[in-house]
Nanobody, 131 residues
């Protein structure tokens, strides 16, 4: 079983930055990918970014390209989401997720951006961007 613990959320002004971290514990993460999703009040959960564990291939939703960067530290079993130039529309609860599929599997973009790919989820962390 993999437990995911997020940290780094908070309140920031428009144009500011935050870095979210997600640490996998319980056992060494050896799955296919980790990602971030978010859910704003009254909206469905949406994909934000994902990273393949074996080769660091990355995927982003269009609305965060050029502003957010996902990265990982294999040794620490941790994934990061650096969020720059934040906008009020980025306000949401952010969830870390991990896919336990073999790291040798290489799916298409849809595989990495859909929620049902991911086997493990964190509790979520709040990000609020004030205007």
């Amino acid at each position: 079983q993999v437990q995911l613990v997020e940290s780094g959320g908070g309140l920031v002004q428009t144009g500011g930055s935050l870095r979210l971290s997600c640490a996998a514990s319980g056992r060494t993460f050896s799955g296919n990918c980790m990602g971030w999703f978010r859910q704003a009040p009254g909206k469905e959960r949406e994909f934000v970014a994902a990273i393949r564990w074996s080769d660091s291939s990355t995927y982003y939703v269009d609305s965060v390209k050029g502003r957010f960067t996902i990265s990982r530290d294999n040794a620490k079993g941790t994934v990061y989401l650096q969020m720059n130039n934040l906008e009020p529309e980025d306000t949401a609860d952010y969830y870390c997720a991990a896919d336990g599929t073999s790291p040798s599997y290489y799916g298409n973009r849809n595989y990495y951006t859909r929620a049902r790919t991911y086997d493990y989820w964190g509790q979520g962390i709040q990000v609020t961007v004030s205007s």
